[in-house]
């Protein structure tokens, strides 16, 4: 790792004026990708302005069935959440097998998304959830915030404060990991409200997560996993690798859906 | 037995500091003014070098020397060399490349060293090993192991034309040739035995201290034989005399083969020390263990198998290329020779065999043993053909081994391999019993129903350990001879210490060798210590690998208590005023039989210590030494049996049961035994279904660390359904026969054959990662 | 450098480090404290586990600035009486290590794992929560046994002290 210089910041002001003064700075939340590749001297920042304590970014809120959890919210706390485990089991579930047990209990939902790795597993909740990403400067849908490879709509001294979205009828998160790694080889959220449906993957995309439309108009007849048999998942627009084609990753991407479909359909919420 | 003696399930003794952090690994080490290094490597798997500018580095923070291998050529330091010599069936002599410990002119893999930088920090010796300009002229490169030694392939080494280090022939290919001419059936395979990155959990690392008043050199490092490392670093890289070199390999977190050769670092750390005036450590990221570990395996085979109108085997014909890398490394050469194709007639009278080994340079890192080192190989080129010619011919796989199994004993094979003793029929009956292999079709049926795809599938391997009789290794081109030595101290009161040459990273020496002492003297095991992996402590010894501590280490403590036992008896006698023949130690007393005369052990030490009432003539104190060679190799073999459900949606398998009935001979602690075996099926499991080393066509190694590289984690693990049989070896005074590598001998085939089993396509190459096996499926349709 | 306070093992400790120091470097070089070990660069092999505020976490991907001001249980701190903690019994009793690089990670591990899991562990839940953590010796068999084992007795414990 190169040299750097660490500051914690108590606040949101703090950290965005930390931010403004540093070179070359980064947010650090859980640290669970940025450490990592610093590590490995892939990033190089002249700053680290650690998010972590600030306690205005912690904690899940229940409010009927509308969510608010903190960006610096741990995927442990989220995972074990009680009151949202009742309202979006999906998300509690999503957060409980993401990456490994310590990475739960240092990672956290901000960080995550405003790395927007490809293989990360919340933006494709988010984007499902048509999801409301909260910042330091303003509101914007997950479908607006997403926005390629890493890659998102956050200005360089913009910080994620939470993430609000209003629970679905029902939802429920599939994911395929990637042996070596743990990340998603193909994950699949499937969430269901009335008669709308969305339907988000991560993993796969070559340009990150994205809605799968195909999927959200065969189920929007007849919500149930048999709808998805004849889905053609276009593997042109997904991700190749040595641990699996795109045609491989198309082929999880369908698997995924109709066990994302089944899983809803089996169970009351 | 006892209940610390030889057979019993005793705990570990060694336990204690590693469960409360208190086991010191070579890392874990540091002394006065102690400075970090850092390596240079080549970012190219092949090139020229054109210039080395070293100026920027040595003036950044903290720098306190930055050496080249001109240097360290200058100062005399040796290249590397392979210790084994192969001829190849022409009578030549196998074409060993130059491989210097600091590339000076060309690098021939990503990871080649060529400076080491060294600093206050680790930090700071990483930041100036990226300051260092070193100029490369690429040259065209070669990767795969098919590939080497086709026309205008590049070429690595001036010394090996074509890049064939040696073609090397083993058994009667005229006697083949004629059996395959009367032949009923063949069948013919291609098998691919992919690359394997050892990958212990403890990096390599060395600390490297030079004193200059006593011109001295202490060299601290992850081996798993120091005695082994002191030598070479002696007599052939010409770091100090062996008497002016300490080599310590404190507590080592697994070797698995990786920690058996002496890899530049160790000995650059060494010199670097002299040069800069600090003691010099190293340890490895994750990263450059990838990079510049030797690697396992890597073998690319043809192999035909004959059979007469009743199934009986008539001959075998196996044709391999193995890959050894940009470099031979300390025993490269003999993993794919002796320790491979010696062991291809497997538990089977096989009337003929040839094979026909290719070994050659690529640029990728160097190969060496690595778990199992030859018989892996074997064992999964001949399993893997038995099942696939019991397919075709129609019948069960288990019946068409029993019917080739050898049944007396010893027995002569076609391939140097004379078996001392086996009962492979007692292996399989007690495998096909634990798996209720007759139960499986039933169990077919029902995974169908829903929806998965279930197959079973059987390796009955063989294996040689205890290496070796030195006389015999030596005939075959070994440099050295693999015996070992023990040496038995008794104090004064009675306490015992044994110094063993054997080296334990994780196989639990502390207590198995300490229960032969308990087992002669019952004495209790608390006061028995185990001394090993310092050659300022042990006398010369030649280390842990190929499942010899048992067989061969502990045959030499044996030999020593033995003389130790009879000095005592003598001295006991003496005292007793008995006749020597009359006296036995038991339970801690020395009596005469039919008598109550007796002294406790402890007395008759002390006796021999104050050595006033000595029987005439006999040196005071009570210590012996020994020095094992072994007779023959011992033929450890078993039958394991995998069974596997597949989801053909996904390709993931999953294993239902695994069940492993090994043949290990005497065993001295059945929990040490079972873990053994346990490790070892993991390692086999994981390459079967987990673990694929790839580099891409320019030589790049894409599987460089655990987010690329599969380890096998304890969910893609079943619990082991395990048991033994025994028939004692009768080559060694314990009768074991060594259960080391085992696991990972005889799982791989058993796995493959239960996947192709299931999805009824032969045609898989390891690892059947999900992507690999849902291809196969999606091919078989 | 940044300024580092910890309270480690029930000692406070102070120390000034490099701002990028790991947490595993200043445990290990400023306190002495070797049990932590490194065996991978990218927080897969789980050697290097501690707890930081009573919770498991990798201390190979934390700052040791990161960490200031936070209370941390090393391997060395598990008994701190110098009676072992029944994880420790269990791995030893169930042979649950041999190199031993990897075991103070899976015991910190393990002894997050039955906090987590009051009401008692089943073998597929110890094999899933065990998933950042690598053992290259043993084959994970007998550190299944030892967590359940441990898990076992620990609940055991609870109920009569209850």
Known sequence: ?269 | MGVEGIGARVLRKEDKRFITGKGRYTDDMSVPGMKHAAFVRSPHAHAKITGIDVETAKKMPGVIGVLTGAELKADGIGNLICGWMIHSKDGTPMKMGAWSPLATDTVRYVGDAVVIVVADTKGQARDAAEAVDVSYEELPVVVKTAEALNEGAPQLHPEAPGNLIFDWDIGDEKATNDAFAGAAHVTKMDIVNGRLVPNAIEPRATLGVYDAGEDHYTCWTTSQNPHVARLVLSAFYNVAPENKLRVIAPDVGGGFGSKIFIYPEELICLWASKKTGVPVKWVADRTESFLADAHGRDHVTHAELAFDKDNKILGLKVQTIANLGAYMSLFSSSVPTYLYATLLSGQYDIPAIHANVKAVYTNTAPVDAYRGAGRPEASFVLERIMETAARELKVSPAELRRKNFIRTFPHQTPVIMNYDAGDFDATLDAGLKAADYEGFEKRREEAAKRGKLRGIGLSCYIEACGIAPSAAVGSLGAGVGLWESAEVRVNAIGTIEILTGSHSHGQGHETTFAQLATERFGVPIDSVSIVHGDTDKVQMGMGTYGSRSGAVGMSAVVKALDKVEAKAKKIAAHLLEADEADIEIKDGDVRVVGTDKSLPWFQVALAAYTAHNLPSGMEPGLKEGAFYDPSNFTFPGGCHICEVEIDPETGVTEIIQFVAADDFGKIINPMIVEGQVHGGLAQGIGQALLEGTHYDDTGQLLTASFMDYTMPRAQNLPSFNIMTTETPCPSNPLGIKGCGEAGAIGSPPAVINAITDAIHNNNLTMPATPQTVWNAIQAAK | MAKVELFVNGRAVTGEAEDRTLLVHFLRENLGLTGTHVGCDTSQCGACVVHVDGRAVKSCTMLAAQASGSTITTIEGLSPNGELHPLQVAFRENHALQCGFCTPGMIMTSVDMIRRHPNGLDEATVRDQLEGNICRCTGYHNIVKAVLDASDKMGKGAVKAA
């Open chain 1, 1 to 269: 790792m190169y040299e750097t210089q660490y500051h914690r910041a108590a606040s949101v002001e703090e950290a965005a004026r930390l931010m403004g003064e540093a070179e070359d700075g980064k947010f650090l939340a859980g640290g669970m990708t940025l450490i990592p590749t610093m590590k490995q001297r892939l990033a190089s920042p002249s700053d680290l302005i650690d998010l972590r304590r600030i306690e205005a970014l912690k904690g899940v809120t229940v409010d009927g069935r509308t969510v608010r959890i903190g960006a610096v919210t741990t995927h442990y706390d989220v995972s074990t959440n009680e009151e949202l485990a009742k309202i979006c089991p999906a998300i509690t579930n999503l957060a409980g097998h993401i990456g490994d047990p310590q990475v739960r209990n240092m990672g956290t939902i901000g960080g995550s998304i405003a790395n927007n790795d490809p293989a990360a597993d919340y933006p494709s909740a988010l984007l499902a959830l048509d999801a409301t990403i909260i910042t330091s400067q303003r509101s914007l849908p997950a479908s607006d915030f997403f926005i390629g490879l890493f890659e998102t709509a956050l200005q360089p001294d913009e910080i994620v404060v939470a993430v609000e979205f209003v629970a679905p009828d029902k939802a429920a998160y599939k994911k395929f990991p990637n042996p070596a790694s743990l990340y998603a080889m193909a994950g699949v959220f499937v969430a269901k409200s009335g008669d709308n449906i969305r339907v988000a993957v991560t993993g796969a995309g070559e340009g990150g997560v994205f809605r799968l439309k195909d999927a959200e108009a065969a189920l929007a007849g007849n919500f149930s996993p048999s709808a998805l048999d004849s889905l053609a998942v276009d593997p042109d627009v997904l991700l190749s690798d040595m641990h699996a084609s795109a045609d491989y990753r198309a082929n999880l991407v369908k698997v995924m859906a109709k066990r994302a479909v089944a899983e809803i359909s089996n169970r009351p919420m």
